[in-house]
């Protein structure tokens, strides 16, 4: 959801369109965001019993979106979802710094490329982390190459 644009269907009240797009910003990850003009849509409609829902097209997601998800859901008032997402904010921008400190020294040691794999692994984000990290470091390609046929190996990532 971090790279897609918003639009609503005419069914949604004002208020609440304020109020998913005030969600929609405080769930976004700036060193993450790639929203472009090519960002998929996501359509928020109004169901019949006054609930809102979406056509998600999210075919794959990890482990930790799900586990997420869960806890999300689970929270009951707005100041413990804000605080869930601003931890999941923190692990998120945590992680993709200590990937990317460690992919730069991947490129001239063999131990540092095993390090990151190791990283990604126990990370249970490992797809999200290594597209963004391919976006943003200039680490080689071998690197990236390396770690994407480990990862496919070990079920990391599609």
């Known amino acids: 959801m971090l790279n897609y644009a918003l639009k609503f269907d005419p069914s949604v009240e004002e208020s609440a369109q304020r109020n998913l797009r005030r969600f929609h910003n405080i769930c976004k990850i700036p060193e993450l965001d790639i929203a472009s003009e090519s960002s998929p849509t996501l359509v928020v409609k109004k169901k019949e019993d006054g609930r809102y829902t979406t056509d998600y097209p999210c075919v794959f997601c990890t482990p930790l979106v799900n586990q997420w998800s869960e806890t999300l859901h689970s929270f009951r008032t707005a100041n413990l979802i804000r605080k869930g997402i ?73």
Not at 91 to 99: A, G, R
Not at 107 to 116: A, S, V
């Open 86 to 158: 601003e931890l999941l904010k923190l692990k998120t921008i945590q992680d993709m710094n200590k990937l990317k400190r460690i992919l730069v020294r991947a490129d001239t040691d063999y131990h540092q490329l095993y390090l990151c794999y190791s990283f990604l692994k126990s990370s249970r984000n490992a797809w999200i982390l290594l597209f963004h990290a391919k976006l943003q470091v200039e680490a080689g390609r071998d690197v990236f190459a390396a770690l994407e046929g480990y990862c496919k190996k070990s079920k990391l990532i599609n």
